[in-house]
């Protein structure tokens, strides 16, 4: 109504960071490469130095889950209640903001505030996140089987491309009958994946992708030839 003519090569070009598997089809002077998390400079802890005794899971919704969806929308608490039983050493990554809302958490739980995700990830048998692009492109980078609690639109987008690739399992906090119940899924479907070497070899696949595709500087040249 502005009078654009709308086309499908609008763009001059589109950079895609995810696995080529994973990319829409038909999308136009479309670039692919390979994406390289950074999440800002930060120490590493003395803990991350060490293997962990058991396997390692990585919790974490996010930082703006909150700020967007208010208290409802954080349930670590809860799913860390679920998660209370399992064998595992659960990694919780939260902001400063949100971590005085989980109050007594379960013995094999470590909390870490503003941990960066590419620094633990690669010490990690699983991750279970809201399906955000950074968080996901990361644990992909990382060959991280996923259990993926998407809440808003773009995130269940992201969820299902991920899972149709056998490397993410998908779970709904709407279809239990509360965050309890949502907690002992979260803990049945982490042990499951756990146990899944299909889901390992599917992040693993993933994880060969991002590696064979050109880096961010291999891709430099095509954003020059624009401007000639």
């Not at 903001?97 to 590419?118: F, G, H, K, Y």
């Not at 998908?170 to 899944?196: H, N, S, V, Y």
Request: with cysteine.
């Amino acid at each position: 109504r502005f009078g654009v003519d709308v086309r499908s090569n609008f763009f001059d070009m589109t950079l895609d960071p995810g696995p080529a598997s994973l990319q829409l089809p038909g999308v136009q002077n479309s670039v692919s490469y390979g994406c390289m998390p950074y999440n800002g400079p930060a120490e590493l802890p003395g803990w991350l130095l060490k293997p962990p005794e058991a396997p390692r899971i990585c919790v974490t919704l996010g930082s703006s889950r909150r700020a967007v969806m208010g208290r409802e929308g954080f349930i670590v608490p809860e799913i860390l209640s679920g998660l209370a039983d399992l064998d595992a050493e659960i990694v919780v990554a939260v902001k400063s903001e949100d971590r005085e809302l989980i109050t007594n958490p379960p013995a094999n739980v470590r909390i870490a505030e503003w941990l960066p995700l590419s620094l633990v990830l690669p010490t990690c048998s699983a991750i279970l996140h809201q399906a955000g692009g950074g968080t996901t492109l990361t644990s992909t980078y990382c060959g991280v089987p996923q259990v993926l609690v998407p809440q808003m639109l773009d995130e269940r987008f992201t969820a299902e491309c991920v899972a149709s690739s056998g490397a993410a399992v998908i779970l709904d906090p709407t279809q239990a009958k509360d965050f309890a119940e949502f907690g002992d899924t979260a803990a049945r479907t982490l042990r499951g994946l756990l146990a899944d070497s299909k889901a390992n070899q599917a992040a693993r696949g993933l994880q060969k992708e991002l590696e064979s595709q050109p880096t961010p500087a291999e891709i430099v040249p095509k954003l020059e030839n624009l401007l000639a």
